[in-house]
Every structure is written in structure tokens, then in C-alpha cells.
């Protein structure tokens, strides 16, 4: 009786030490429709057997691998899984998971017969959607997104803006009206016991494109004005929330603002109203491009320009760019004389921006090459031939080179062949002229000596004096 006794205390222990070494974890994990996810099986031992369920331990068995090298998937789990599953080192991945895939996986694990460990994966859908069922959010339009997951099991949702910041949130879902800083990609986070899962999604909300507000060019290049509607897809979707359409602009020297051109929408159509002037554009119904482009920008283009847009509901989308021209003025012009003062000046007429500054190429051959020339005005106080070429003026914020503008110089030589050509060519013909008037001179001289030869006086002369014999 006491071997009896002695023997079930021993099976007693046996089987704690079996139920200690078995572990039994759950894992919840929450995804959206179409992504994949890899079911973590843990260290396995040298000798282990592996088998994948789905529901519950006496469910529809998935997969099987061992440490014999046998990896796979039951033929006869359905198409809903066999086509999805597959093996990754010892995990079990489940590839473009659909509605179907939902629920829970279970992972038993032994070694030889032993269990070592039962592994259960809570796989949770979660649903972010918009409300709106438009491609597109015109600024002052309603803005609901839901993001909602699919159990009773505790969790928290927020919500992280394009920017990165939490949003109030109510039941999980923002309300709030759109605007133009919403366009971009937002952050539902969904919150389990301190594990966080986070899931994307874009909202598209119309908008300029985020170009610079300054645009640089200069009086040897193009003048653009880029005005970009973010999606360009926008005008064609949504054309007739579009009430006008208008470009104005105020020059840098005046405070009067000035219609370039304006559309306004009539019949669904869009319609000029005001013409562009010298200023060309494209087609921006086609790809949401409201540029404006003139073949060579000149220093009265200097100014603020302001694209709008009104929408139907009242709402008013503008763009402000500054538009700069560098231009370089010599004084007193571009051809001279070696030996002549030259003042250089490149600017854009006004203060420039906090690091942006002026820097002077000259040409190879100038004395200047070498000199680091960093104001807007040069004045060169003895210009010589070595200075004629092309000196370019650039217009730098740190390395990067805005824009450029460039001036012919053309010195000559104090005494130039054509000079030279033109001084002889007139003693030549100051020389002709002396021989000329020389030669008159002694023709009149001989006229004179011949005709006092014949005239002579009378031997009794008459009162009126000499006649002619």
C-alpha cells in the first residue's frame, strides 16, 4: 500500500512537471483586409512537431512541419487557405488575408510526444474607412473617417493628422471640416493591453502644390509661374463644385492688383472671361496645371502673384507666389573703350531673402577671375580687353543656385585697327587735300604768269592808262 502511495505521488509530480513545461499563450493581432502576417511559433526544440489549426484544436487543421524538413499545407484546408498559406523559417505567414482568414489559429508544439506549448492567434479586422464617398474632399467639406475593430475585446482608437498629432476622436471616429493641411496620409492606432497597431490611410483633399513661395528667374531666361492642383485629377472629378477661376497680380513698383486672367463655370463648362495678355497657360482642366509661362521674363514680371479658386460652397483656395527677375545693368553700357570705369549692377530690385546672396563669375581671361565677388554692384574703375566675355551674376541660397543672369562685355583697345585705319585714312586725305590745293594753287600761279606776257605799256599812254597792243 505504501508502493501504492509512493507511485501516484510520483505520477502526480510527472504530470505537474508535463503541465509547467506546457505553455499556453494568446496573442491578439489586428489587421486590415489584404495584408499579410506572420504567426510567430516561437524556439523550437531539435526534435519538434508542429501543427496549425483553425477555430480550435479539433478545428480544420491548415499546416504540419517537423525538424524531418516537412513544411506543409493541407491540400484539404480550401481554397480560402491553401492559396494564402505558406512558411516562413518556422512561421506560418498568411499572405492577402480576406474575410474568411479571420478568427483564431491555433500552434501546438511537442517534443517527440510531449506538448511543449499551445499558441493561440486572435486575428481581429479592423475597418478604416471615409464617409464621403467622393475620390476627392473639397476644403470646408464634411471630414469623417471610421476606424472600427471587430471584437469585444478591450481596446482604444486614435488618431494621428498628416502632421503627426493626435485628434479628438469620437467612438473612434474623427469629425471635424476639411481643410487643405488634412490632404495626405493618416493614422488610425488601435491599442491592446499597451501593443499598438497602426494602419494608413489617405485622404485627398484639394490643394496647391506645395511649391516654394518664391519663384527666381532672370531677364535671360523664362518667366513660369507654377500653380499645381493636388490630385490633378481633380478638375475633370469635381468640376462642377468650381465657381471661378482667376490669376491676379500686383507689381513689385505698385499697390494696384491687376487681373491677369479669370474663368468663371457656366452650362458645367468653364469659360474664359479676361485674357492672359503676353502670358501663355495650358489646358488646366486637363491635369489640374494652372501655370503661367512667357518665353523670356523682363523686370516688370517682378510682383506677387495670387491664384484663386471658388468653389460652390463658399469656400476660397488661393496661392500667393513673389515672383523675382535678377537683371544686370552696366553703366554706361556694354561696349567700351579700355581704360573706362564700369559700375556692374545685379539685383532683384528689392531686399533679398535671409541666405540668399550674389556671386559674380567673370570671365576666365578677366583680372577678376580669381576674386570672390559676393555684393550686387562691382564697379570696375580701368576696364581692359582681358574683361571682355560673358560675366554671369548667380543668385545662391548656400550651394544651391537659384537663378542666373548673364552680360556680353565688349572692350576694345584705346587705338583699334578701325581706329588706326580711320587716322590714316584721314591724313590721306588731309594729304590729298594739301596737294590738291597745292597744285590749284601753282595752275593759278602759271594763268598769272602767262597773262602778264601778254599785256605791255604804250610809249605815250593815254590818260585811261594801259591797252592792250
Known amino acids: 500500500m505504501g508502493c501504492t502511495k509512493m507511485e501516484n505521488l510520483l505520477q502526480f509530480f510527472v504530470c505537474l512537471i508535463i503541465v509547467l513545461k506546457t505553455i499556453v499563450a494568446d496573442e491578439v493581432i489586428y489587421l486590415r483586409v489584404g495584408q499579410r502576417v506572420e504567426l510567430n511559433s516561437g524556439d523550437l526544440p531539435s526534435n519538434y512537431y508542429m501543427r496549425w489549426y483553425f477555430g480550435n484544436e479539433d478545428g480544420l487543421e491548415l499546416a504540419d512541419a517537423s525538424y524531418l524538413s516537412r513544411k506543409q499545407v493541407n491540400i484539404d484546408s480550401g481554397e480560402i487557405w491553401k492559396s494564402r498559406l505558406s512558411f516562413s523559417a518556422n512561421n506560418l505567414a498568411i499572405n492577402n488575408i480576406q474575410e474568411e482568414n479571420f478568427g483564431t489559429i491555433i500552434c501546438r508544439v511537442k517534443d517527440g510526444i510531449n506538448l511543449l506549448r499551445t499558441l493561440k492567434f486572435h486575428l481581429i479586422k479592423v475597418m478604416v474607412s471615409l464617409e464621403e464617398q467622393r475620390p476627392f474632399l473639397i476644403p470646408g467639406d464634411r471630414l469623417s473617417l471610421n476606424c472600427k475593430a471587430d471584437t469585444k475585446i478591450k481596446h482604444l482608437v486614435s488618431w494621428l493628422n498628416p502632421a503627426g498629432n493626435r ?5 473612434g471616429s474623427v469629425r471635424k471640416k476639411a481643410e487643405t493641411q488634412d490632404n495626405g496620409e493618416w493614422t488610425c492606432v488601435v491599442t491592446d493591453n499597451g501593443k499598438k497597431s497602426s494602419f494608413k490611410f489617405f485622404v485627398s483633399v484639394v490643394d496647391f502644390s506645395s511649391a516654394s513661395k518664391y519663384v527666381y528667374t532672370s531677364t535671360n531666361l523664362p518667366l513660369s509661374i507654377p500653380f499645381w492642383i493636388t490630385p490633378k485629377e481633380f478638375v475633370q472629378n469635381i468640376l462642377s463644385s468650381v465657381e471661378t477661376v482667376e490669376w491676379l497680380f500686383t507689381p513689385k513698383t505698385s499697390s494696384t492688383q491687376q487681373t491677369i486672367i479669370s474663368f468663371s463655370l457656366r452650362n458645367g463648362q468653364i ?61 554706361p553700357g556694354t561696349e567700351l573703350i579700355s581704360g573706362h570705369h564700369l559700375n556692374l549692377s545685379c539685383s532683384i530690385s528689392g531686399l533679398l531673402e535671409t541666405g540668399v546672396t550674389v556671386k559674380w563669375v567673370p570671365p576666365d581671361t578677366s583680372s577678376f577671375a580669381k576674386a570672390d565677388i559676393s555684393s550686387g554692384h562691382l564697379i570696375i574703375p580701368r576696364v581692359g580687353t582681358e574683361d571682355s566675355g560673358n560675366w554671369r551674376c548667380d543668385l545662391r541660397q548656400n550651394t544651391t543656385t537659384l537663378t ?30 594739301l596737294v590738291l590745293a597745292f597744285i590749284l594753287w601753282r595752275r593759278r600761279q602759271r594763268k598769272m604768269r602767262q597773262l602778264r606776257h601778254r599785256l605791255c605799256k604804250c610809249a605815250n599812254p593815254k590818260p585811261k592808262g594801259f591797252y592792250k597792243a
Open 167 to 171: 485628434v479628438p476622436v469620437l467612438q
Open 271 to 331: 469659360k474664359q472671361e479676361d485674357a492672359a495678355g503676353e502670358l501663355s497657360y495650358k489646358n488646366f482642366t486637363a491635369g489640374g496645371n494652372f501655370s503661367l509661362h512667357r518665353n523670356l521674363a523682363r523686370a516688370e514680371d517682378r510682383g506677387t502673384y495670387n491664384c484663386s479658386i471658388t468653389f460652390t460652397n463658399g469656400f476660397v483656395l488661393s496661392r500667393i507666389l513673389v515672383v523675382e527677375v535678377l537683371e544686370i545693368i552696366p553703366s
Open 404 to 433: 542666373s543672369a548673364v552680360i556680353a562685355l565688349k572692350i576694345d583697345p584705346i587705338l583699334t585697327v578701325w581706329m588706326i585705319v580711320t587716322i590714316c585714312g584721314a591724313g590721306v586725305i588731309l594729304i590729298l587735300l
